[in-house]
């Protein structure tokens, strides 16, 4: 799911999310362009001639998605549950709370849109399922502090979290131990 403002005529493009539409406010000279919209459910691209200052409405997914890179306050996350391997949907949900219930859980994440200076997070939540010591195998392109992998707590119902960093469209991670051997309520 992505975004693309491609326009022409001079004048900039300037994004801003709204409640039931995404925004997009053009300053003078008023340009001509197409609007793309990619989402999970269909791609829509949005032909627009506007006068400066009359805003483009779109899709609600799209202004999600927007809102998803441009509000840091609001995120998305998913409850899953970890088998012997499982894929993260990282273009859908920011956090992931992953229940582990596999002796050997094999991380994989989902390819990312690219977006040329767009950086992404996300923030995984491994609890410990039922007899504990799970493990996670995690994919080979994250880069890890001193080259060490985390260790994860090994008691069932606590939670370690770990947070991942990419620059590049998902080619390499930066990942960091958040926090470990948190007790569930």
């Given at each position: 799911?992505?975004?693309?403002?491609?326009?022409?005529?001079?004048?900039?493009?300037?994004?801003?999310?709204?409640n039931?539409?995404?925004?997009v406010?053009?300053?003078?000279?008023a340009?001509?362009?197409?609007m793309?919209?990619?989402?999970?459910l269909?791609?829509?691209?949005?032909?627009?001639t506007?006068?400066?200052?009359?805003?483009?409405?779109?899709?609600?997914a799209?202004?999600?998605?927007?809102?998803?890179?441009?509000?840091?306050?609001?995120?998305?996350?998913?409850?899953?549950?970890?088998?012997?391997?499982?894929?993260?949907?990282?273009?859908?949900?920011?956090?992931?709370?992953?229940?582990?219930?596999?002796?050997?859980?094999?991380?994989?994440?989902?390819?990312?849109?690219?977006?040329?200076?767009?950086?992404?997070?996300?923030?995984?939540?491994?609890?410990?399922?039922?007899?504990?010591?799970?493990?996670?195998?995690?994919?080979?392109?994250?880069r890890?502090?001193?080259?060490?992998?985390?260790?994860?707590?090994?008691?069932?119902?606590?939670?370690?979290?770990?947070?991942?960093?990419?620059?590049?469209?998902?080619?390499?991670?930066?990942?960091?131990?958040?926090?470990?051997?948190?007790?569930?309520?």
């Open positions: 799911m992505g975004i693309k403002l491609e326009a022409t005529g001079g004048g900039s493009v300037s994004i801003s999310p709204a039931t539409a995404l925004n406010t053009i300053t003078a000279p340009v001509t362009g197409t793309v919209v990619d989402t999970a269909a791609a829509t691209a949005v032909p627009f506007p006068t400066a200052g009359i805003p483009v409405s779109t899709t609600q799209a202004v999600e998605y927007v809102s998803a890179l441009t509000d840091g306050t609001h995120y998305r996350s998913q409850t899953m549950t970890g088998g012997a391997a499982l894929e993260l949907p990282i273009d859908e949900a920011t956090i992931f709370n992953v229940n582990l219930n596999q002796a050997t859980c094999a991380l994989t994440f989902s390819a990312l849109a690219v977006l040329p200076g767009t950086a992404y997070h996300t923030i995984i939540n491994l609890t410990q399922g039922t007899g504990g010591v799970k493990q996670v195998t995690w994919p080979t392109n994250i890890w502090p001193y080259g060490r992998i985390p260790v994860l707590s090994y008691d069932e119902g606590y939670t370690d979290t770990v947070t991942l960093i990419t620059t590049d469209s998902g080619v390499t991670w930066m990942g960091y131990f958040t926090a470990g051997w948190v007790p569930n309520a």
